[in-house]
């Protein structure tokens, strides 16, 4: 059984905490040089801007970050240091926290703050690491507060995930926007120099006009415009994570912050990919061609995401000087297909198949169907929550071409995909048989 009690560091915490275990490492390759400018910054229509007040995005510390702190020394017999995951319980949280175990040599503690615990924390009982586990609100400033001091390293991935209109928009942008704000601040006042924020491939588009974004980088010109709840609140949240990037924490020293930006993940866990199974399993087997083969979706393996974290709060001590105030997209050796035939890639050896090599339905059709999608959401509210897959937003991300083709993160601090496009696709088959095999 676990142990609970209630945290009592820094006054008034609710979070409660389960001490648990894992470990062990291996070290990757690393490259050099380094390049400046952190581009994407979206425009949010009908959101407030950000209090701009803090000056433009430092984008270099200098000497100053390459300064160690006590307990960060470059080698494993050095102090080990705290990691603070945030919503490590989610979907790639918890592929985050795994990596950390299994590739951190460093690791001393591992903090895993999130609304709701999962029960697999329990198995992570054994081993060298002290897994502390800690029921918290982003939204709640002292509880964040309390969950970072001591922590060395941040990696905020708490989000709340919603482009189906579940949550309103006041809420997504509470947890996303006011969360990270927590979760800098904490940093600051606390004296935790490293954060590493996941942000989204959505803070630079597809943007509202529909423009193909074709296998761009961090640096292509972009016209990043949002409308929905969710981007708005990615982009409004990475920029306060890139514009903390050099104040001063507690203790003198300056913050150190990146952001990555996932393209969409997939992989073990992926519960739009388990939900989009089930529904062709109900279907009889068929699921139906509606967005055109032609229009690439970016995509990227969990694991790597994960392993892509750990790296980079690994090295932005090392690196801060580059890697400081920097944005990443994350990307592997994924291939670049439509979100259709991409699943497929899963869901074709689990028994579904694609019907149309072209899209069944007229898209003018879909357009409607998505906008009475949303008029039926809306009408509904007051009674029940309807919430499908296609909604105006949701066509409109599907069917806008927006494919990444980078190297940044490897020239900065020496990412390679961890896991190869055969092994990443195994495991999801996998994964998908396995969640698909349970009640529907
Ligand atoms: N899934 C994707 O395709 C994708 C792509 C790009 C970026 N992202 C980003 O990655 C991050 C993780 O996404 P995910 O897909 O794993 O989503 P998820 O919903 O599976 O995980 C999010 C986690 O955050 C936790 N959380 C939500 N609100 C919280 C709060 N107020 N306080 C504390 N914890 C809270 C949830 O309980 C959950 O465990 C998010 O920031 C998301 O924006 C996801
Ligand atoms: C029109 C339907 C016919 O089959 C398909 C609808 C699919 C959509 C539900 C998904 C298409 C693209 C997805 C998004 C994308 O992969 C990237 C994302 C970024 C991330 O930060 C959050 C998740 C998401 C918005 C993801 C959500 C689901 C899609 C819109």
């Given amino acids: ?21 894992a470990g062990r490492v291996s070290v990757p390759g690393m490259g050099q ?9 979206g425009r949010c229509v009908g959101w407030p801007a950000l209090d701009e007040r803090r000056g433009p995005l430092q984008a270099s510390l200098g000497t100053l970050g ?23 319980c989610g979907f790639l949280g918890e592929h985050v926290v795994r990596m950390l175990l299994q590739r951190e040599p460093r690791l001393g503690e591992l903090r895993v703050f999130d609304r709701h615990l999962g029960p697999w924390l329990e198995e992570l009982k054994t081993g060298p690491v002290r897994v502390t586990a800690i029921q918290g609100d982003v939204t709640e400033a002292h509880e964040v507060a309390a969950a970072v001091a001591g922590a060395h390293v941040v990696i905020h991935t708490a989000g709340l995930v919603d482009v189906f209109g579940r949550a309103s928009p006041e809420t997504i942008h509470e947890v996303n926007v006011q969360g990270t704000r927590n979760v800098i601040e904490a940093c600051v006042q606390t004296g935790t120099r490293f954060l590493v924020y996941t942000s989204s491939m959505e803070v630079v588009g597809p943007n509202t006009k529909g423009h193909p974004f074709y296998r761009g980088n961090e640096d292509t010109l972009y016209e990043a415009v949002h409308r929905h709840p969710y981007p708005c609140s990615k982009a409004l949240a990475e920029r306060l994570v890139l514009e903390a990037n050099g104040r001063e924490v507690h203790g003198g020293l300056p913050l150190v912050t990146c952001a990555l930006r996932p393209t969409g993940i997939y992989g ?20 139906f061609r509606a967005i055109p083969a032609s229009v690439e979706h970016g995509r990227v393996y969990v694991g790597n995401v994960a392993w892509m974290h750990v790296l980079a709060a690994r090295e932005l ?11 990443y997209f994350c990307y592997d050796g994924s291939p670049y297909k439509s979100y259709e035939d991409f699943n497929m890639e899963f869901l074709g050896p689990c028994g579904l198949q694609l019907v149309g090599a072209r899209p069944l339905l007229p898209y003018w059709l879909l357009v409607f169907l998505a906008a009475l999608n949303a008029l039926l959401q809306w009408l509904l509210r007051p009674l029940v929550l309807y919430a499908p897959l296609l909604n105006p937003y949701t066509l409109a991300v599907a069917n806008t071409t927006f494919t990444v083709s980078t190297d940044k993160a490897q020239r900065h601090f020496g990412y390679e995909p961890l896991f190869s496009w055969e092994d990443s696709r195994t495991r999801t088959i996998l994964w998908v048989q396995a969640a698909g095999s349970f009640a529907q």
């Fill in 66 to 88: 390459q300064r160690l702190q006590p307990g960060m020394a470059d080698s494993a017999q050095a102090q080990k240091l705290v990691y603070l995951v945030t919503g490590g």
């Fill in 317 to 327: 001590e090392r690196r801060a000087a580059l890697m400081g105030g920097q944005v």
């Fill in 1 to 21: 059984m676990p142990v609970e009690h209630r945290v009592a560091a820094r006054g008034r915490l609710r979070a409660r905490v389960v001490g648990v275990v």
């Fill in 33 to 41: 040089e380094g390049e400046g400018g952190a581009s994407g910054r």
């Fill in 268 to 287: 073990e866990g992926h519960q739009i990919m388990r939900d989009f199974y089930r529904q062709g399993l109900r279907l009889g087997g068929w699921l």
